[in-house]
T-cell receptor, first 114, second 114 residues
Framework: AQSVTQLDSQVPVFEEAPVELRCNYSSSVSVYLFWYVQYPNQGLQLLLKYLSGSTLVKGINGFEAEFNKSQTSFHLRKPSVHISDTAEYFCAVTSAGTGNQFYFGTGTSLTVIP | KAGVTQTPRYLIKTRGQQVTLSCSPISGHRSVSWYQQTPGQGLQFLFEYFSETQRNKGNFPGRFSGRQFSNSRSEMNVSTLELGDSALYLC?????????????FGSGTQLSVL
Protein backbone atom coordinates (compact mmCIF):
# COMPACT_ATOMS: atom_id res chain seq x y z
CA ALA A 1 0.00 0.00 0.00
CA GLN A 2 1.06 3.56 -0.59
CA SER A 3 0.28 6.75 1.25
CA VAL A 4 1.25 10.40 1.29
CA THR A 5 1.51 12.75 4.25
CA GLN A 6 1.56 16.48 3.81
CA LEU A 7 2.81 17.81 7.09
CA ASP A 8 1.39 21.32 6.89
CA SER A 9 -2.27 21.97 6.19
CA GLN A 10 -1.79 25.74 5.90
CA VAL A 11 1.28 27.78 5.07
CA PRO A 12 1.15 31.59 5.14
CA VAL A 13 4.14 33.37 3.61
CA PHE A 14 4.93 36.93 2.65
CA GLU A 15 5.28 37.88 -0.98
CA GLU A 16 8.81 37.42 -2.37
CA ALA A 17 9.79 35.17 0.54
CA PRO A 18 10.88 31.55 -0.04
CA VAL A 19 8.54 28.66 0.74
CA GLU A 20 8.81 24.93 1.30
CA LEU A 21 5.80 22.60 1.29
CA ARG A 22 6.57 19.26 2.85
CA CYS A 23 5.56 15.84 1.59
CA ASN A 24 6.47 12.39 2.88
CA TYR A 25 5.42 9.14 1.30
CA SER A 26 5.21 5.52 2.26
CA SER A 27 5.57 2.68 -0.23
CA SER A 28 7.04 -0.79 -0.43
CA VAL A 29 7.84 -0.43 -4.13
CA SER A 30 9.51 2.10 -6.36
CA VAL A 31 7.38 5.18 -6.75
CA TYR A 32 6.68 8.05 -9.05
CA LEU A 33 5.99 11.35 -7.27
CA PHE A 34 3.97 14.34 -8.35
CA TRP A 35 2.96 17.80 -7.18
CA TYR A 36 -0.33 19.26 -8.38
CA VAL A 37 -1.77 22.72 -7.77
CA GLN A 38 -5.44 23.63 -7.48
CA TYR A 39 -6.55 27.22 -7.91
CA PRO A 40 -9.98 28.23 -6.55
CA ASN A 41 -12.89 26.68 -8.44
CA GLN A 42 -10.59 24.83 -10.78
CA GLY A 43 -9.31 21.32 -11.28
CA LEU A 44 -5.77 20.22 -10.50
CA GLN A 45 -2.81 21.09 -12.71
CA LEU A 46 0.53 19.30 -12.76
CA LEU A 47 3.43 21.33 -11.34
CA LEU A 48 6.17 18.72 -11.64
CA LYS A 49 6.91 15.03 -11.37
CA TYR A 50 9.76 12.73 -10.42
CA LEU A 51 10.09 9.51 -12.36
CA SER A 52 13.80 8.65 -12.13
CA GLY A 53 17.23 10.16 -12.60
CA SER A 54 18.18 13.50 -11.10
CA THR A 55 16.62 13.95 -7.68
CA LEU A 56 16.07 17.66 -8.24
CA VAL A 57 13.08 18.26 -10.44
CA LYS A 58 12.11 21.61 -11.89
CA GLY A 59 8.54 22.44 -12.73
CA ILE A 60 6.38 25.26 -13.94
CA ASN A 61 6.06 28.71 -12.36
CA GLY A 62 9.52 28.53 -10.75
CA PHE A 63 8.75 25.57 -8.47
CA GLU A 64 11.17 22.72 -7.85
CA ALA A 65 11.17 19.61 -5.70
CA GLU A 66 13.81 17.26 -4.38
CA PHE A 67 13.34 13.53 -4.10
CA ASN A 68 15.04 12.06 -1.03
CA LYS A 69 14.75 8.29 -0.97
CA SER A 70 16.36 7.78 2.44
CA GLN A 71 13.95 10.21 4.07
CA THR A 72 11.03 9.20 1.80
CA SER A 73 10.36 12.85 1.10
CA PHE A 74 9.50 15.00 -1.90
CA HIS A 75 9.38 18.59 -0.64
CA LEU A 76 8.29 21.42 -2.93
CA ARG A 77 10.17 24.71 -2.91
CA LYS A 78 10.07 28.12 -4.49
CA PRO A 79 12.72 30.78 -3.79
CA SER A 80 10.37 33.77 -4.13
CA VAL A 81 6.57 33.50 -4.10
CA HIS A 82 4.02 35.74 -5.78
CA ILE A 83 0.44 36.56 -4.89
CA SER A 84 -0.65 34.38 -7.79
CA ASP A 85 0.87 31.32 -6.07
CA THR A 86 -1.95 31.35 -3.52
CA ALA A 87 -3.60 27.97 -4.03
CA GLU A 88 -3.95 24.42 -2.68
CA TYR A 89 -1.02 22.12 -3.35
CA PHE A 90 -1.25 18.34 -3.45
CA CYS A 91 1.51 15.75 -3.35
CA ALA A 92 0.72 12.42 -5.01
CA VAL A 93 2.35 9.03 -5.50
CA THR A 94 1.84 6.15 -7.85
CA SER A 95 3.86 3.11 -8.88
CA ALA A 96 4.43 0.98 -11.94
CA GLY A 97 1.66 -1.38 -12.91
CA THR A 98 -1.12 0.46 -11.12
CA GLY A 99 -2.61 2.20 -14.11
CA ASN A 100 -3.68 5.69 -13.15
CA GLN A 101 -4.37 5.00 -9.47
CA PHE A 102 -2.79 7.86 -7.58
CA TYR A 103 -2.62 8.39 -3.83
CA PHE A 104 -2.91 12.05 -2.86
CA GLY A 105 -2.05 13.86 0.34
CA THR A 106 -4.58 15.99 2.17
CA GLY A 107 -3.22 19.16 0.63
CA THR A 108 -1.42 22.29 1.79
CA SER A 109 -3.12 25.63 1.47
CA LEU A 110 -0.52 28.24 0.54
CA THR A 111 -1.50 31.84 1.22
CA VAL A 112 0.81 34.56 -0.02
CA ILE A 113 0.51 37.75 2.00
CA PRO A 114 1.18 41.07 0.25
CA LYS B 1 -7.97 20.92 -27.72
CA ALA B 2 -10.91 20.93 -25.34
CA GLY B 3 -10.19 20.08 -21.73
CA VAL B 4 -11.91 17.65 -19.41
CA THR B 5 -15.58 18.50 -19.08
CA GLN B 6 -17.64 17.58 -16.06
CA THR B 7 -21.38 18.06 -15.77
CA PRO B 8 -23.24 19.27 -13.92
CA ARG B 9 -21.12 21.81 -12.05
CA TYR B 10 -23.36 21.78 -8.97
CA LEU B 11 -25.88 19.30 -7.61
CA ILE B 12 -28.13 19.38 -4.58
CA LYS B 13 -29.77 16.14 -3.52
CA THR B 14 -31.43 14.74 -0.43
CA ARG B 15 -30.52 11.65 1.54
CA GLY B 16 -31.60 8.42 -0.06
CA GLN B 17 -31.65 9.75 -3.60
CA GLN B 18 -29.27 8.68 -6.30
CA VAL B 19 -27.13 10.83 -8.57
CA THR B 20 -25.23 10.47 -11.84
CA LEU B 21 -22.22 12.58 -12.72
CA SER B 22 -20.70 12.83 -16.18
CA CYS B 23 -17.16 13.29 -17.44
CA SER B 24 -15.94 13.81 -20.99
CA PRO B 25 -12.17 13.30 -21.24
CA ILE B 26 -9.76 14.98 -23.58
CA SER B 27 -10.08 13.69 -27.12
CA GLY B 28 -7.89 10.63 -27.60
CA HIS B 29 -7.63 9.84 -23.90
CA ARG B 30 -8.86 6.38 -22.92
CA SER B 31 -8.36 6.50 -19.15
CA VAL B 32 -10.83 8.22 -16.85
CA SER B 33 -10.34 8.30 -13.08
CA TRP B 34 -12.70 9.59 -10.42
CA TYR B 35 -11.71 11.18 -7.12
CA GLN B 36 -13.68 12.43 -4.14
CA GLN B 37 -12.31 15.64 -2.61
CA THR B 38 -13.35 16.75 0.87
CA PRO B 39 -11.76 19.30 3.21
CA GLY B 40 -9.20 17.63 5.43
CA GLN B 41 -9.29 14.35 3.47
CA GLY B 42 -7.73 15.52 0.26
CA LEU B 43 -8.43 13.49 -2.84
CA GLN B 44 -9.48 9.91 -2.45
CA PHE B 45 -9.39 7.55 -5.40
CA LEU B 46 -12.74 6.05 -6.37
CA PHE B 47 -12.01 4.10 -9.55
CA GLU B 48 -10.39 4.19 -12.96
CA TYR B 49 -11.78 3.09 -16.29
CA PHE B 50 -9.69 2.27 -19.33
CA SER B 51 -11.20 1.23 -22.65
CA GLU B 52 -14.61 0.63 -21.06
CA THR B 53 -13.22 -1.64 -18.31
CA GLN B 54 -12.72 -0.84 -14.66
CA ARG B 55 -8.98 -1.14 -14.18
CA ASN B 56 -8.61 0.02 -10.59
CA LYS B 57 -10.94 0.49 -7.65
CA GLY B 58 -10.51 2.37 -4.39
CA ASN B 59 -11.97 1.64 -0.97
CA PHE B 60 -15.46 2.98 -1.39
CA PRO B 61 -18.73 1.14 -0.73
CA GLY B 62 -20.68 -0.47 -3.53
CA ARG B 63 -23.06 2.50 -3.61
CA PHE B 64 -20.40 4.16 -5.75
CA SER B 65 -20.25 2.79 -9.26
CA GLY B 66 -19.18 3.91 -12.67
CA ARG B 67 -18.97 3.03 -16.30
CA GLN B 68 -17.24 4.12 -19.44
CA PHE B 69 -18.66 4.28 -22.92
CA SER B 70 -17.02 3.47 -26.23
CA ASN B 71 -16.28 7.17 -26.82
CA SER B 72 -14.39 7.21 -23.46
CA ARG B 73 -16.98 9.36 -21.74
CA SER B 74 -17.58 8.18 -18.21
CA GLU B 75 -20.38 8.36 -15.71
CA MET B 76 -20.27 7.91 -11.97
CA ASN B 77 -23.34 6.91 -10.00
CA VAL B 78 -23.96 7.16 -6.28
CA SER B 79 -27.04 5.41 -4.94
CA THR B 80 -28.76 5.90 -1.60
CA LEU B 81 -27.00 9.16 -0.90
CA GLU B 82 -25.71 9.90 2.60
CA LEU B 83 -24.81 13.24 4.14
CA GLY B 84 -21.15 12.20 4.10
CA ASP B 85 -21.21 11.94 0.32
CA SER B 86 -21.20 15.73 0.09
CA ALA B 87 -17.97 16.52 -1.71
CA LEU B 88 -16.31 17.78 -4.85
CA TYR B 89 -16.06 14.93 -7.34
CA LEU B 90 -13.18 15.28 -9.74
CA CYS B 91 -12.61 13.43 -12.95
CA UNK B 92 -9.16 13.04 -14.50
CA UNK B 93 -8.28 11.85 -17.97
CA UNK B 94 -5.12 10.36 -19.34
CA UNK B 95 -3.81 8.40 -22.27
CA UNK B 96 -3.83 5.35 -20.02
CA UNK B 97 -0.95 3.36 -21.46
CA UNK B 98 1.81 4.59 -19.14
CA UNK B 99 1.74 4.67 -15.35
CA UNK B 100 3.63 7.89 -14.78
CA UNK B 101 1.68 10.09 -17.08
CA UNK B 102 0.31 13.54 -16.37
CA UNK B 103 -3.39 13.59 -15.53
CA UNK B 104 -5.74 16.29 -16.75
CA PHE B 105 -8.45 17.21 -14.28
CA GLY B 106 -11.88 18.67 -14.79
CA SER B 107 -13.24 21.46 -12.59
CA GLY B 108 -15.40 18.97 -10.73
CA THR B 109 -19.00 18.49 -9.71
CA GLN B 110 -19.88 19.90 -6.30
CA LEU B 111 -22.42 17.57 -4.70
CA SER B 112 -24.36 18.68 -1.66
CA VAL B 113 -26.52 16.13 0.14
CA LEU B 114 -29.16 17.59 2.46
Amino acid sequence: AQSVTQLDSQVPVFEEAPVELRCNYSSSVSVYLFWYVQYPNQGLQLLLKYLSGSTLVKGINGFEAEFNKSQTSFHLRKPSVHISDTAEYFCAVTSAGTGNQFYFGTGTSLTVIP
Amino acid sequence: KAGVTQTPRYLIKTRGQQVTLSCSPISGHRSVSWYQQTPGQGLQFLFEYFSETQRNKGNFPGRFSGRQFSNSRSEMNVSTLELGDSALYLCASGIGTVTNEKLFFGSGTQLSVL
